[in-house]
């Protein structure tokens, strides 16, 4: 795509969909926001509604009727809604396959019918499950160890089938622990986070504390995102989304508890899988990875891009956010 273009972005009152929508609001497209506001924020977007190039409906992507109002006249849609916990996907398979897998298929749809040239799909490092080698390639094998990465990786197989069958041009990022800004609460750093800075609490690690994850700032993960959207190629491609960089569980509360300023040390615990945490109530999911670090090669070839945030920098942002926005995690928790 050349120059300013419309696009349409689902789930965009939500953490990473809200600052795409922000992003692309910035570079001067136009922005239809769609979102059903179940999990997304309008407190996410409350900035943006001034501007002239953002429109916001309240829909949702089971609804097909509604998708093809919204992405009426757009030239390229970002498909950020999804069903987000992993734990939600345990216990019902069923309605995560429903948004995750009959939503996407709507999207693409919707792109179809209304001549959408271009659908960047927001998947998830998910659909790799326990690595099996490290860093993860895109050609790592997809043996996805819950329900949620499942229903992520078929959201891929569908793009790839309407790339084939259809000619739209479909793309994946494969997203890392992406964090930031409006990160909704429930993942392992926002919960360091809330006990460290806003509790004066130690953070509770499950396990040895020696598991690694790779995380990725979300200004840098939008970056790439936007490159994306905005380059051209034909037919379906996956891309990691991640740093490269694979940091452990024990280094990232050691780095929460420095920049908390509070005088902590974390505290360990191991409840079984699928227990719960007798200092915190937490859930602990079953199947937990071990590893996840992911080869970002691809990405920089085809773009040029790298992130360029430390992640002593992006947290420390995250932290100075949620200070001055502590009532965004006055919610239940998420798994």
């Known amino acids: 795509m050349v120059g300013e273009v419309r696009v349409l972005v689902t789930g965009g009152a939500g953490f990473i969909g809200s600052h795409v929508a922000e992003r692309l609001a910035e570079e001067g497209h136009e922005v239809v926001v769609y979102d059903?506001?179940?999990?997304?924020?309008?407190?996410?977007?409350?900035?943006?509604?001034?501007?002239?190039?953002?429109?916001?409906?309240?829909?949702?992507?089971?609804?097909?009727?509604?998708?093809?109002?919204?992405?009426?006249?757009?030239?390229?849609?970002?498909?950020?809604?999804?069903?987000?916990?992993?734990?939600?996907?345990?216990?019902?398979?069923?309605?995560?396959?429903?948004?995750?897998?009959?939503?996407?298929?709507?999207?693409?749809?919707?792109?179809?019918?209304?001549?959408?040239?271009?659908?960047?799909?927001?998947?998830?490092?998910?659909?790799?499950?326990?690595?099996?080698?490290?860093?993860?390639?895109?050609?790592?094998?997809?043996?996805?160890?819950?329900?949620?990465?499942?229903?992520?990786?078929?959201?891929?197989?569908?793009?790839?089938?309407?790339?084939?069958?259809?000619?739209?041009?479909?793309?994946?990022?494969?997203?890392?622990?992406?964090?930031?800004?409006?990160?909704?609460?429930?993942?392992?750093?926002?919960?360091?986070?809330?006990?460290?800075?806003?509790?004066?609490?130690?953070?509770?690690?499950?396990?040895?504390?020696?598991?690694?994850?790779?995380?990725?700032?979300?200004?840098?993960?939008?970056?790439?995102?936007?490159?994306?959207?905005?380059?051209?190629?034909?037919g379906f491609e996956a891309y990691n989304a991640g740093s490269g960089v694979a940091t452990t569980i024990r280094d990232l509360a050691d780095l929460v508890i420095e920049l908390s300023g509070n005088d902590l040390e974390p505290v360990y615990e191991d409840p079984p899988e699928g227990g719960c945490s007798l200092i915190t109530g937490r859930w602990r999911i079953p199947k937990e990875l071990r590893n996840l670090q992911l080869d970002i090669t691809k990405a920089v070839k085809k773009t040029g891009w790298k992130p360029e945030t430390s992640l002593r920098e992006g947290v420390r942002r995250e932290i100075e956010w949620i200070r001055n926005n502590r009532e965004r995690w006055n919610v239940r928790e998420r798994v």
């Open 36 to 234: 059903n506001f179940s999990t997304g924020s309008m407190e996410n977007i409350r900035h943006l509604l001034s501007m002239s190039n953002v429109k916001v409906v309240k829909g949702d992507v089971l609804d097909l009727d509604a998708l093809m109002r919204a992405v009426d006249g757009c030239d390229a849609i970002s498909h950020h809604a999804a069903q987000l916990e992993i734990g939600s996907a345990i216990r019902d398979p069923a309605a995560d396959a429903r948004v995750n897998i009959e939503g996407t298929i709507n999207v693409l749809e919707a792109a179809v019918r209304r001549g959408v040239g271009k659908v960047v799909y927001a998947s998830s490092a998910g659909v790799y499950g326990e690595a099996l080698r490290l860093p993860q390639d895109e050609e790592h094998p997809k043996r996805p160890s819950w329900p949620y990465g499942v229903s992520k990786y078929a959201g891929e197989l569908y793009c790839l089938q309407y790339s084939q069958f259809y000619g739209v041009k479909t793309c994946a990022l494969r997203y890392g622990i992406v964090y930031g800004e409006r990160e909704w609460f429930g993942r392992v750093l926002t919960m360091f986070i809330k006990r460290a800075v806003l509790e004066n609490k130690p953070p509770v690690i499950f396990g040895d504390g020696r598991q690694t994850r790779d995380f990725i700032y979300v200004k840098d993960a939008v970056e790439l995102h936007n490159l994306l959207l905005e380059g051209d190629h034909d």
